[in-house]
């Protein structure tokens, strides 16, 4: 089902003001449809109406995709409020089928209250939810939504109602334009040396394909653990951890489409009872796609740390990171240059892959610099060991090294946080994808 097709079966359905639509309206601020998987941000006035609303939207989208010989598989409904905030979020059928806290039945009862001006009939989101069933494409339907991933057991109740994120955490998004510039090892040790300061620190790993904390945590022998429809976040290092890679099998791949791994991300982020903290760093997925929208989209970010190498094919993908935090409005604290030289055993420095290029890219984007991480020997034995804190107790010159690096990386940050906080650049960001 195209995008084209989800507005035009939204349109069937009244705005809040006499005689217009949903489209009319423009109460749909972003459609995302990928095949049988479909995503919908509604802004609506009447809280008491959100369910009603939803479950409308999802006939309506439902009797369109039958329409045209076609079905859903997945469908997640975001409503918010009028500043931007997501407030509510309803989904049917595949990644969070259990999760569906309104029925194929509500759906055709509140389809009654929904029509559009035309009087509705054919197109109307009564027709859509029974069609809904018939098809199993529905809560209780199974379908082509059953292949997909499972909530997680015992977290039935809807993300972005769970709030799991309490106090006033910075947060602060890590992220790259390309993989493998070592983005993840950034970000632990940036929540490794906050905590080591006394902070209370949350590390979300949100690389939802390819996760990396498990290794890095050194999480291998643990397990996931919830309690009263919560997950219980990691607490190793100081800091408190929840990552994918704990939640699905060690070697299983993450075959998802966008919507599914939007999903994800909102699940991890919004079902974990992180508790009161200082500071949460996400760790994204490489590139500018579908989790970096979700999260610009659902939290108000301190800001986001740009990590590159510096190589000029690495640097000319940092720039396009940049550039999309800066569109979301999200402040940029600066960028990173990692495997910035190489240390030896003996302490001689070896500049392997030409050092000094992020800082240049910096310069020309109007962004701070960060500083430069070295690659050493220790740093590849902790990260493959687990111990990101012994990157902060190393004893030889490139031990020094790095924990002198990693300790500046942390004031430098602290500091464009405080900053960026002074300037007052905590502006929702906002988007409208169409």
Known sequence: ???????????????????????????????SACETFISVRLQWPRAGEFDRLAAAAYGAVVAGAAAGGEAVASFIVELVDEGGKVVATRRWGGLTAAESNVTSEAGAAAGAGM?????????????????????GAGPSGGGAGSAGHKPIPGLDRAAGEAGGIVGNARVIAVGAGK????????????????????????LLDADIYGPSMPTMLGLDGLDAVVRQKMLEPFYTHGVKAMTMGKLVAPEQPLIWRGPMA????????????????????????????????????SLQLAGAVVVCTPQKVAQDDAVRATKMFKQLNIEVLGVVENMSYFVGDDGKVYDIFGRGGAQVMAQR????????????????????????????????????RLTSAFEELVRQVEGQVNLAAMRGGGLKPSLKIS
Not at 189 to 201: E, P, Q, S
Request: net charge neutral.
């Open 1 to 31: 089902m195209t995008k084209d097709a989800v507005r035009q079966s939204l349109s069937t359905l009244s705005g809040a003001a006499p005689g217009t639509t949903l489209i009319t309206g423009e109460h749909v601020l972003w459609v």
């Open 115 to 135: 029509r559009g001006p035309s009087g509705g009939a054919p197109g109307s989101p009564s027709a859509g939810a029974a069609g809904a069933g018939a098809a």
């Open 179 to 202: 993989g493998g510039v070592g983005k993840s090892t950034i970000a632990l040790n940036l929540a490794v040396g906050l905590a080591r300061l006394g902070k209370a620190v949350g």
């Open 262 to 297: 939007h999903g994800a991300f909102k699940q991890l982020l919004e079902q974990t009872n992180w508790g009161t903290l200082d500071y949460l760093i996400i760790d994204l997925p490489p590139g500018t796609g579908d989790v970096a929208l979700t999260m610009a989209q």
């Open 365 to 400: 984007l109007g962004v701070p610099y960060l500083g430069a991480v070295p690659i050493t020997m220790s740093l590849r034995a902790n990260s493959d060991n687990g111990d990101p804190t012994a990157n902060f107790t190393g004893k030889d010159d490139a031990g020094k």
